[in-house]
């Protein structure tokens, strides 16, 4: 080989090099994204309002827990929103709201330190119906007790309460369980005519507009809804006693749930449910619900499909997670897909929180999930698994695969559980790109179980002080 072929054949290794470099930061890049999120937190912008203020005081509101205040609400919301926009100023005291509050757009409803808002507990009071969703399907039903239907620059904000005043005498025996204070005979949500015939209409195409449920038909409305809205913020308050999901934003664009407190003990009382939603982010929250504390959805089978938006860039940290079934979960209601979720710097811990992370979907409802973060979380106690995914959920079959793609698991440290990892595919579906890293679970009774995985990694991480010895492509 002569001097200049010699030279020939080293650029060309050098370039081989530098190329193959290039590919590896490409793909390392891609599998980390975390990069990603500094430019996804700078697109959600909160909010801004005029400085004017609009006491409900000044428009007939009276300082007393049995004397209804909506008609005060309304005229004040009104009024704010045909002078450009402001605040409406809910003075500390107890206050009586019988039925929804709609609000308008450049509208921040601000709660002062000392407020408690109480809602009717009378499902008559929240008709006419509206168009909202119930579990992933869109009907016109109750309204929900906060709600806003295609707006622009609306907020929830300030130091008060909210109490739906749900309990096991109101809303929550429409469930249909015992402990829930429903007793055979009464109406529920089960019933034919009920939860089964929204599936029905759905699946036969019938038009959203007449789907006509409400009254005689026991779906109970989220609390505070924003529908098909866009810059959102819900900041400070404290909501409990909700009759079924607490916060709902649905197609909604720029939703920022900043240090609101819930607790609420009832059935599919979770606390946030991001639908079919863009540019999310949830901070600095506390959750101890009697359902999931954050569930990430994109509708339910074939309204899913129909109206086939995901739910993507989604932001979660620094939030602590007491009761629930789950900390961080996206599921089951995800036909429209979900991707680009982030979720760190979380705290989560209670006998009565049954998993930390967890993913779920079935053949019915389908669904593409990718691009799924999870960093730097402290589970004190779950009662079940830390890592759960279910690709099988409720053994609902059909003929809609799901599919699940690039999960990366970081620093995750656990203190005890009855699993530390618990992933299950379809049988000749696999989840794939799995990757667990640095984590540490103490204290857990069972072995793994991973099942119909593809391309899972688990590197420098203990159970029970024992390296995970776990490695498939």
Not at 158 to 165: I, K, P, S
Request: glycine letters at 8%; a positive charge; hydrophobic letters at 35%.
């Amino acid at each position: 080989m002569n001097k200049a072929s010699v030279i020939r054949y080293v650029i060309i290794l050098l370039l081989g090099v530098v190329i193959s470099s290039c590919g590896n930061n490409k793909s390392a890049s891609q599998r980390n994204g975390w990069d990603k999120l500094a430019e996804i937190r700078d697109n959600i912008q909160s909010p801004t309002f005029p400085d004017k203020d609009f006491s409900i005081m000044d428009y007939g509101a009276v300082k007393d827990s049995t004397k209804d205040c909506l008609s005060a609400i309304k005229k004040a919301i009104t009024a704010c929103n045909e002078a450009g926009g402001g605040r409406v100023i809910i003075p500390s005291g107890t206050y009586f709201v019988k039925g929804p509050i709609h609000l308008k757009s450049n509208v921040n409803l601000h709660l002062m330190k000392g407020t408690v808002l109480k809602f009717s507990n009378n499902p008559n009071d929240y008709l006419p119906v509206v168009l909202t969703r119930f579990e992933g399907i869109e009907l016109m039903n109750y309204s929900p007790l906060i709600y806003a239907y295609k707006k622009k620059n609306v907020a929830v904000t300030g130091q008060g309460v909210l109490d739906g005043q749900a309990n096991n005498a109101h809303w929550w025996p429409w469930k249909g369980k015992k402990e829930y204070g429903w007793e055979p005979g009464m109406p529920s949500q089960l019933d034919s005519a009920n939860r089964p015939a929204l599936a029905k209409v759905a699946a036969e195409g019938v038009p959203v507009k007449e789907r006509i449920f409400g009254d005689g038909h026991y779906l109970r409305p989220s609390f505070v809804e924003p529908y098909l809205c866009e810059n959102v913020l819900i900041k400070g308050v404290t909501i409990k006693n909700s009759p079924f999901w607490i916060l709902h934003p649905t197609l909604s664009k720029n939703v920022i749930i900043d240090s609101v407190t819930t607790v609420s003990y009832g059935p599919n009382n979770d606390g946030c449910d991001p639908e079919s939603c863009v540019n999310v982010l949830i901070k600095d929250c506390f959750f101890s619900n009697g359902d999931d504390c954050i569930a990430i959805k994109s509708g339910r089978d074939e309204d899913g499909r129909r109206i086939d938006i995901p739910s993507k860039n989604i932001i979660i940290e620094d939030c602590q997670m007491r009761d629930g079934h789950g900390g961080v979960v996206i599921g089951s209601e995800v036909t429209g897909g979900v991707e680009n979720v982030f979720a760190q710097n979380c705290e989560m811990n209670s006998p009565h929180l049954d998993r930390a992370i967890r993913i779920k979907s079935n053949e019915r409802r389908g669904g593409v999930l990718k691009n799924l973060y999870f960093r730097n979380i402290k589970v004190g106690q779950v009662h079940e698994a830390v890592i759960k995914v279910n690709m099988f959920y409720g053994d609902e079959t059909g003929d809609y695969i799901p599919t699940l793609d690039s999960v990366f698991i970081d620093h995750i440290v656990s203190q005890k559980s009855e699993y530390a990892i618990n992933i299950q595919g379809i049988e000749g579906n696999p989840v794939s790109n799995i990757f667990i890293n640095n984590c540490t679970f103490n204290k857990v009774e069972k072995k793994n179980v991973i099942k119909r995985v593809e391309n899972l990694i688990i590197k420098n991480s203990t159970v029970n002080g024992q390296q995970i010895k776990y490695n498939r492509k």
